[in-house]
């Protein structure tokens, strides 16, 4: 295939993620109401119980409204990562993965553009938070709403190919709830999204040291200072690393020698 | 029937020595097989035959334990882009997207095939027009019945002009009309110079003059023309050739020669 043929069959994996976005309202409305449940309910309440000392990037002291929005637009990425992970074991279960993995492609690019297109779908959710944050005046300054794309993206694919990875090892759908709970409320807690790690030494010595190990902390604060322009480049490094791994490990796990429908199949699923 | 490629062109699909197993199981012993184009080559095997783990490698999902397959020359091992390209394939389960209407679906298929614009438009319309599923374009899959969810994903399948076109089970679940109708579709591409290998259990799918693979325990029983193999076999009908083949009922001639009646 052409590389026109290349970029029409990425197009065409955008088209249909965005169309399952679209065509799921509740998906859209659950994206968006969550984060704006932690910013407005959890955070008000906890705004004076929380005192946010000046850190980097912040210039000067924040409310805590202002220090939770990066860790809930990674919230956002990371549920949208989950989801796209419960949309691939969903089209494993229903057919539709086989169509996309009989595509005449390197299997690494398909990969790939199911990723990059649950990012771009993530980019959207991001962008309608951020607006009904400016509405409630939880604001950032104007080159933050751009200096984030680049962030978001490497965020986005690095969330999105941990969802892959454990879309690879899911057999059933029903298991998905379940993997999820130890995922995605680990990965979130266990991070700076809440509070700021120094926050987090006053109370244990072991939890910072997970959360400096966590993927996630470093995704935050690889947005939390592209908000303000600024590059944090050991986030960038870190998350960087991340995602070559997760996505190298999804590349072992959708491989045919190795692929799920092998299990699958395995499983009694053969039936002539 | 339509005619043979010469004799230098590589068979449209070849299966050389294939063999795979689910762990201790194992599902395809040594299968070997040649698909010529314009040849309707019906794979005839009971349920746990071993059809659906065969499709399952040519199209990639699995990797064989031993052997090779080869689509158009080209080694789906080595080469598993320009093989794939050549392959349009049905499988038994339906695999189409029910949220998405009939048009978007094949959009999405014509673009993981590189086609766009005006040529996905022009070529999803004739095939439309052909299966006479013009006015369903704008349906949403879960709308239309089991026999138009078939149709869909033939044209699916053709879209990118495979010159090997696989069914598996295609007509499962189908009423007789739209079996009839689906089994009709596809002997007419294969009289066009499609090389077809239709996986079925039921006899009455083959017609006359189609070439008959008879697979049972994951090997293969017999391959011929429909009617040389009722002759081989000395049976009256496919149904009792095949039933002869697959151990569940003696030959006729078994049966005369032990004075037991049809």
Redesign the interface.
Same mark, same amino acid.
């Given at each position: 295939? =052409?590389a026109? #043929? /290349?970029a @029409?069959?990425f /197009? #065409? @994996?955008l088209?249909?993620e965005v169309?399952?976005f679209v065509?799921q309202r509740e998906r859209f409305f659950a994206a968006l109401v969550r984060p704006l449940v932690w910013l407005l309910v959890f955070a008000a309440g906890f705004r004076a119980a929380l005192g946010i000392a000046i850190m980097p990037p912040y210039q000067t002291y924040i409310t805590y409204e202002v220090y939770i929005v990066p860790g809930l637009l990674g919230m956002i990425q990371l549920f949208n990562g989950m989801q796209s992970s419960l949309s691939m074991v969903y089209d494993r279960e229903?057919? =539709?993965m086989? @169509?996309?993995?009989? *595509?005449?492609?390197?299997r690494w690019y398909l990969l790939a553009a199911k990723l990059a297109a649950g990012t771009v779908v993530s980019l959207l959710q991001v962008y309608a938070f951020l607006a009904v944050a400016w509405a409630f005046d939880i604001r950032f300054p104007l080159v933050g709403y751009l200096s984030i794309v680049p962030a978001l993206v490497l965020t986005g694919l690095m969330l999105g190919a941990v969802g892959l990875l454990l879309s690879s090892t899911i057999r059933q759908l029903e298991n998905f709830a379940g993997v999820m709970n130890f995922v995605i409320f680990p990965m979130f807690f266990l991070s700076s999204a809440l509070y700021p790690l120094w926050k987090l030494e006053e109370a244990s010595t072991i939890l910072p040291r997970i959360a400096t190990l966590n993927p996630f902390t470093h995704a935050v604060e690889l947005i939390r200072f592209a908000l303000y322009g600024e590059l944090n480049a050991p986030a960038l490094a870190v998350t960087s690393v991340a995602l070559a791994a997760f996505l190298a490990l999804s590349l072992v796990g959708y =491989?045919?020698?190795r692929?799920l429908?092998?299990r699958r199949?395995?499983g009694g699923g %053969? !039936?002539? | 029937m339509g005619a043979h490629p010469p004799a230098s062109t590589p068979p449209a699909l070849s299966l050389e020595a294939l063999s795979f197993s689910? #762990?201790d199981r194992f !599902?395809l012993d040594g299968v070997c097989l040649d698909i010529e184009a314009g040849v309707f080559t019906a794979l005839l095997?009971p349920?746990?035959?071993?059809? *659906? *783990?065969l499709? =399952?490698l040519i199209?990639?999902?699995? +990797?064989p334990s031993a052997g090779r397959i080869r689509v158009g020359g080209h080694d789906l091992g080595s080469q598993?882009? +320009?093989?794939?390209?050549r392959?349009g394939?049905v499988? &038994? &389960?339906? *695999?189409? %997207?029910? %949220?998405?209407t009939v048009g &978007?679906n094949l959009?999405?298929? !014509?673009?993981?095939? #590189? @086609?766009?614009g005006g040529r996905a438009r022009a070529r999803i319309a004739a095939l439309l027009d052909r299966l006479e599923l013009g006015e369903r374009q704008r349906d949403k899959v879960r709308e239309l019945s089991g026999g138009l969810r078939r149709r869909v994903e033939l044209a699916?399948a053709l879209l990118h002009e495979p010159p090997v076109l696989l069914l598996?089970?295609a007509t499962v679940g189908l009423d007789v009309p739209s079996r009839t109708r689906i089994v009709d579709d596809v002997h007419a591409l294969a009289a066009r110079g499609v090389a077809v290998l239709w996986?079925t259990?039921l006899v009455d799918e083959v017609r006359a003059g189609d070439r008959v693979v008879v697979m049972h325990r994951g090997a293969i029983r017999a391959d011929a023309e429909c009617g040389a193999l009722m002759r081989q076999l000395n049976a009256p009908s496919l149904t009792e050739a095949f039933a002869a083949l697959i151990g569940a009922a003696p030959p006729a001639a078994a049966r005369a020669a032990a004075g037991v009646g049809p």
């Open positions: 295939m =052409s026109i #043929g /290349w @029409i069959c /197009w #065409g @994996i088209v249909r169309l399952r065509h229903m057919g =539709s086989k @169509i996309l993995l009989m *595509t005449p492609l390197p =491989s045919p020698a692929g429908m092998h199949a395995a %053969d !039936a002539g | 689910y #762990g !599902a095997g349920n746990g035959a071993g059809k *659906t *783990t499709f =399952s199209a990639r999902l699995f +990797r598993p882009n +320009r093989a794939l390209a392959l394939i499988f &038994q &389960q339906p *695999t189409l %997207d029910l %949220d998405l &978007q959009r999405y298929a !014509a673009r993981l095939h #590189g @086609i766009a699916r598996d089970e996986a259990h």
